[in-house]
């Protein structure tokens, strides 16, 4: 997941990419821009892709600058954003200087993705960097639990359906080996890309240990129909999630 990778998503990007912020069922993100926000305060999107991230907390505070190292995604979010209080920038996020993009809240949603350990270390440690003083991080990250429910989910659909459970056990338990790359590091391929995704405890640890404290980890809950191609509208089911993961700078 270079920079290569994501300059050739830019054309389609929001058709192609999950942007947690268009399917964010109950309203999480918007609710803790609005609590974090001021007018006074300024923000920064780290790894803002198209932009829905920023100009979904851009609202809530007096500028908001979406970082991204992705030239094309930059030019999609810029030809988008209406809002005069936002601005984009081009930087990468593992090798930026942290003071040059300096904010009270930072928001880093669904960018702690790479297979490799030390590549989501210097991308969060960066993030956590540029916040001031009493300030705020918010991150969002793929869950494990919520990918390993979805095979249980799928398979309580099939039975449900009609199909034989041994049957539909071998279907779910095939397509987890094709999907999983490595349960022990949460790798998952998603559209072709092995993706990090992590455990509750997991995300909180590495964000304590980047340099937030106190943080706290609850749900981003989306609709089935994001990782269930033939979801039922009456799931009985508590929907799919992502980890978001809010912490203090001290
Ligand atoms: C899945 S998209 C998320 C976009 C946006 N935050 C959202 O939620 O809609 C991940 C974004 O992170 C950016 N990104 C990944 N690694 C980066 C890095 N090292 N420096 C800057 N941006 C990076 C990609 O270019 C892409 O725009």
């Given at each position: 997941?270079?920079?290569?990778?994501?300059?050739?998503?830019a054309v389609g990007f929001s058709e192609s990419v999950f942007e947690v912020t268009e399917r964010d069922a109950r309203g999480v993100i918007r609710k803790t821009a609005r609590r974090l926000g001021d007018k006074r305060a300024t923000a920064a999107d780290f790894g803002c892709g198209a932009g829905a991230s920023t100009r979904a907390v851009a609202p809530f505070f007096k500028r908001v600058t979406g970082v991204d190292f992705s030239a094309k995604l930059l030019a999609v979010a810029r030809a988008k954003t209406d809002a005069d209080n936002v601005r984009y920038r081009k930087a990468d996020l593992a090798a930026m200087d942290p003071r040059l993009f300096r904010c009270?809240?930072?928001?880093?949603?669904?960018?702690?993705?790479?297979?490799?350990?030390?590549?989501?270390?210097?991308?969060?440690?960066?993030?956590?960097?540029?916040?001031?003083?009493?300030?705020?991080?918010?991150?969002?990250?793929p869950s494990l639990e919520s990918e390993l429910r979805s095979y249980q989910v799928a398979l309580a659909c099939r039975t449900g359906a009609g199909f034989a459970r041994g049957v539909a056990a071998r279907?779910?338990?095939?397509?987890?080996?094709?999907?999983?790359?490595?349960?022990?590091?949460?790798?998952?391929?998603?559209?072709?890309?092995?993706?990090?995704?992590?455990?509750?405890?997991?995300?909180?640890?590495?964000?304590?240990?980047?340099?937030?404290?106190?943080?706290?980890?609850?749900?981003?809950?989306?609709?089935?129909?994001?990782?269930?191609d033939d979801a039922p509208d009456d799931m009985p089911y508590a929907e799919p999630w992502d980890w978001i993961a809010i912490g203090r700078k001290g």
């Open positions: 997941m270079d920079v290569d990778y994501w300059n050739r998503l009270d809240v930072a928001f880093c949603f669904n960018v702690l993705l790479s297979p490799e350990t030390s590549a989501r270390a210097a991308i969060a440690a960066n993030v956590i960097g540029a916040i001031r003083r009493g300030g705020a991080g918010v991150f969002i990250a279907e779910m338990d095939a397509s987890a080996r094709r999907d999983v790359v490595s349960l022990s590091q949460g790798v998952v391929n998603l559209g072709g890309a092995p993706t990090k995704h992590f455990f509750q405890d997991e995300i909180a640890e590495l964000l304590t240990e980047c340099g937030l404290h106190d943080v706290a980890v609850s749900r981003v809950r989306y609709p089935w129909d994001v990782v269930l």
